[in-house]
């Protein structure tokens, strides 16, 4: 079946670092990729979504490239913020239902 | 703003009496999901609607049960809460049919269900 593989955390960067969590994903077909961001207490929110071989998605400086040859969504953000702090699901959609990573937390300290 | 939302955002209850939770809609979706989220795991997908068609997944226990009176709303009923039946519960909606799989899920805040 449909699954999602991500880094495991915590990730721990000081502010304006570099960040990359890693996502591979295996699918039958050509399904589409998204990237959640869940705060403390909160549910989750899209962060940026890409549907289709090549597609980039971003939002808020953050970024990802859906990577059919390498089955890879990795996310990245060239700045990050102490207000970045959250863990961050990697998702893939199968049919009407959504396959998580199991998530990874990123604490950014000042 | 159009959104997902849950009431209450905590409920405590005792160990195995009734409990429900609502979760309410204004963006018109027709699908709508329930999750249970335990700390540090992702989300477990427990059933979902689809316009007024239930699907409940596999190995969710028969103590979870589910409600959509119209478009709008959901409940989430837990017959016999359980120790083990404390978590978060996440909301979500999406707009289904045709292009479905490139719709994103649009989550509430979640309701934190503590069991005496």
């Known amino acids: 079946g449909n699954s999602v593989t991500q880094m495991e955390g915590p990730v721990t960067l000081s502010e304006e670092a570099f960040l990359t969590i890693n996502c591979t994903y295996t699918?039958?077909?050509?399904?589409?990729l998204f990237w959640y961001v869940q705060y403390p207490g909160e549910g989750l929110q899209l962060l940026l979504k890409?549907?289709?071989?090549?597609d980039k998605g971003s939002n808020k400086g953050f970024e990802a490239t859906y990577r059919k040859e390498t089955t890879s969504f990795h996310l990245e953000k060239g700045s990050v913020q102490v207000s970045d702090s959250a863990v961050y699901f990697c998702?893939?959609?199968?049919?009407?239902?959504?396959?998580f990573g199991t998530g990874t937390r990123l604490l950014v300290s000042p | 703003d159009a959104m997902v939302i849950q009431n209450p955002r905590y409920q405590v209850t005792q160990f195995g009496k009734p409990v429900t939770l609502s979760c309410s809609q204004t963006?018109?979706?027709?699908?709508m999901y329930w999750y249970q989220q335990k700390s540090s795991q992702a989300p477990k997908l427990l059933f979902h609607?689809?316009?007024?068609?239930?699907?409940n997944e596999a190995d969710t226990p028969d103590n979870f049960q589910s409600r959509r009176p119209n478009t709008s709303f959901c409940f989430l009923d837990i017959r016999s809460p359980g120790l083990g039946d404390a978590a978060m519960y996440l909301c979500?909606?999406?707009?289904?049919?045709?292009?479905?799989?490139?719709?994103?899920?649009?989550f509430g805040d979640g309701t934190r269900l503590s069991i005496l």
């Open positions: 979500a909606t999406s707009r289904g049919g045709q292009g479905a799989s490139n719709q994103p899920q649009h």
């Open positions: 699918a039958t077909g050509y399904p589409s």
């Open positions: 890409a549907t289709k071989a090549d």
């Open positions: 998702a893939l959609s199968d049919l009407q239902k959504l396959v």
């Open positions: 963006l018109n979706h027709n699908v």
């Open positions: 609607y689809y316009d007024k068609d239930f699907n």
